[in-house]
């Protein structure tokens, strides 16, 4: 059985298990209790086990694979093609994402369907969570082209990539802008030098990679614990009481990944959907069990390598910045969030508004860490500029851990069929050229 079966297999038993043990506990409460305590005490420790493994190469691997995918180009002049065809489809896949969410948001009416009671009730079980997010955002600066500068150039690189705080990762753009000028720099070598810098990155890429092979042999196990322990953890009366909007949401990104992304790659990298995303299927359940787009970005560097074939100059240069900035599932999730809760409050957002909260939610997407609720203060900053009390995020917050889980898939997938497509079209350029 192979290590995507395996994975797909423990995700399926955690689901059936937990779901079992939520059935158990509607006649026997303690059991229910019981467990609950079990997933704290000893699932999520072994799923974070294999969580850090993930963590701790992602700072080295952004670095090496993205510099290294630089330098690979040869000619500088080359880069501006590579980023012109990303920065394009990200753009586009974040704007389609929020707009399909908004239409169904429109279509389903979900805050119509929560009674005030139930949005009190939800709002007093999780209020700590929603003022400590309210709190988070309002302690960020507004954006600014100085804030802009500080986020990209900061004046300590290494402490800002470290971080001043062990629980977190630090901050990826200016590690992001450093391996682009690391790799910028490396084309103006000499041939000699430039092929043993090449070689110098290209050995710790294969080095962190041999440590994700380590922990994805975790991932049959470690991915049935973590499943297992939110589903037990969130209850399925909270999901019930969204479950309009959850459903909602998920058939929003559902549309979007294997609506819009499978129409892209049958049309822009003309290959078949169905074996895209069999190939895939890896990435995928990593980055629904971590939460975690930079978690998922060894996994997808791997796969976009060793099973979809992609040259390392692209997938070294679409997949980092594709972690941190193509969050086209948050974006989507964003705009479903605020207008969610503008209608359980009874706001009304008129179409123009709404064109306003698309922008709006692709640009605090791109701002969002790619670590597990890293969305929730900049939902609380969408709905504070639209007029919406920003603590209802509150009714949400129950439920946020599992819509992560599947926005987090949606940005991911969406990440390597960016890659794709930029890897076949830029070959298609290549060979035109070659012959004329």
């Given at each position: 059985m192979s290590l995507a079966t395996r994975i797909l297999w423990g995700l399926v038993i955690g689901i059936v298990a937990a779901l079992a043990t939520l059935a158990i506990g509607q006649w026997h409460a303690p059991t229910l209790a019981f467990m609950q305590?079990?997933?704290?005490?000893?699932?999520d420790p072994f799923g974070q086990v294999f969580l850090r493994l993930l963590f701790f190469v992602v700072i080295p691997l952004v670095f090496s694979s993205l510099a290294s995918g630089i330098v690979q180009l040869g000619q500088l002049n080359r880069l501006g093609p590579l980023a012109a065809r990303t920065f394009a489809l990200f753009a586009a896949n974040m704007v389609i994402g929020v707009a399909i969410g908004l239409v169904l948001m429109n279509l389903l009416q979900p805050g119509h369907h929560i009674d005030p009671l139930t949005a009190q009730?939800?709002?007093?079980?999780?209020?700590?969570?929603?003022?400590?997010?309210?709190?988070?955002?309002?302690?960020q600066p507004g954006l600014s082209l100085g804030l802009l500068v500080e986020m990209f150039m900061p004046r300590n690189l290494f402490g800002a990539v470290v971080g001043n705080n062990r629980g977190v990762i630090g901050d990826v753009l200016p590690l992001i802008l450093f391996a682009i000028l690391v790799g910028a720099a490396g084309t103006q070598l000499a041939p000699d030098k430039r092929q043993r810098l090449q070689d110098g990155l290209d050995l710790i890429s294969e080095l962190m990679t041999k440590i994700?092979?380590?922990?994805?042999?975790l991932a049959p196990y470690a991915v049935p614990a973590?499943?297992?322990?939110?589903?037990?953890?969130?209850?399925?009366?909270?999901?019930?009481?969204?479950?309009?909007?959850?459903?909602?949401?998920?058939?929003?990104?559902?549309?979007?990944?294997?609506?819009?992304?499978?129409?892209?790659?049958?049309?822009?990298?003309?290959?078949?959907?169905?074996?895209?995303?069999?190939?895939?299927?890896?990435?995928l359940v990593t980055a629904f069990s971590t939460s975690s787009?930079?978690?998922?970005?060894?996994?997808?560097?791997?796969?976009?390598?060793?099973?979809?074939?992609?040259?390392?100059?692209?997938?070294g240069f679409v997949l980092?910045?594709?972690?941190?900035?193509?969050?086209?599932?948050?974006?989507?999730?964003?705009?479903?969030?605020?207008?969610?809760?503008?209608?359980?409050?009874?706001?009304?957002?008129?179409?123009a508004t709404q064109v306003i909260m698309l922008l709006l939610a692709v640009l605090s997407a791109v701002a969002v860490s790619?670590?597990?609720?890293?969305?929730?203060?900049?939902?609380?900053?969408?709905?504070?500029t639209f007029g919406i009390p920003p603590e209802g995020i509150g009714i949400i917050i129950g439920v946020d851990r599992l819509l992560d889980m599947a926005r987090t898939t949606v940005n991911v997938g969406s990440d390597i069929v960016t890659a794709q497509i930029v890897d076949d079209s830029l070959k298609r350029a290549e060979a035109r050229n070659a012959q004329a």
């Amino acid at each position: 059985m192979s290590l995507a079966t395996r994975i797909l297999w423990g995700l399926v038993i955690g689901i059936v298990a937990a779901l079992a043990t939520l059935a158990i506990g509607q006649w026997h409460a303690p059991t229910l209790a019981f467990m609950q305590r079990v997933s704290s005490a000893v699932f999520d420790p072994f799923g974070q086990v294999f969580l850090r493994l993930l963590f701790f190469v992602v700072i080295p691997l952004v670095f090496s694979s993205l510099a290294s995918g630089i330098v690979q180009l040869g000619q500088l002049n080359r880069l501006g093609p590579l980023a012109a065809r990303t920065f394009a489809l990200f753009a586009a896949n974040m704007v389609i994402g929020v707009a399909i969410g908004l239409v169904l948001m429109n279509l389903l009416q979900p805050g119509h369907h929560i009674d005030p009671l139930t949005a009190q009730k939800l709002m007093a079980e999780y209020g700590g969570s929603a003022v400590q997010s309210v709190r988070t955002h309002a302690e960020q600066p507004g954006l600014s082209l100085g804030l802009l500068v500080e986020m990209f150039m900061p004046r300590n690189l290494f402490g800002a990539v470290v971080g001043n705080n062990r629980g977190v990762i630090g901050d990826v753009l200016p590690l992001i802008l450093f391996a682009i000028l690391v790799g910028a720099a490396g084309t103006q070598l000499a041939p000699d030098k430039r092929q043993r810098l090449q070689d110098g990155l290209d050995l710790i890429s294969e080095l962190m990679t041999k440590i994700v092979d380590f922990a994805l042999q975790l991932a049959p196990y470690a991915v049935p614990a973590m499943i297992y322990s939110v589903i037990v953890k969130v209850g399925l009366d909270v999901v019930l009481a969204l479950s309009v909007f959850v459903v909602g949401c998920l058939l929003a990104m559902a549309l979007h990944l294997f609506g819009t992304m499978s129409l892209w790659i049958a049309l822009l990298a003309r290959k078949s959907p169905w074996a895209f995303f069999k190939n895939i299927r890896p990435v995928l359940v990593t980055a629904f069990s971590t939460s975690s787009s930079n978690a998922t970005l060894p996994t997808s560097l791997a796969i976009a390598q060793e099973e979809l074939k992609l040259r390392p100059t692209t997938s070294g240069f679409v997949l980092p910045l594709g972690a941190t900035m193509n969050m086209s599932g948050t974006a989507l999730f964003e705009g479903c969030v605020v207008l969610f809760i503008a209608q359980v409050f009874g706001v009304e957002l008129s179409l123009a508004t709404q064109v306003i909260m698309l922008l709006l939610a692709v640009l605090s997407a791109v701002a969002v860490s790619g670590i597990p609720g890293g969305s929730l203060p900049m939902i609380a900053g969408l709905l504070a500029t639209f007029g919406i009390p920003p603590e209802g995020i509150g009714i949400i917050i129950g439920v946020d851990r599992l819509l992560d889980m599947a926005r987090t898939t949606v940005n991911v997938g969406s990440d390597i069929v960016t890659a794709q497509i930029v890897d076949d079209s830029l070959k298609r350029a290549e060979a035109r050229n070659a012959q004329a």
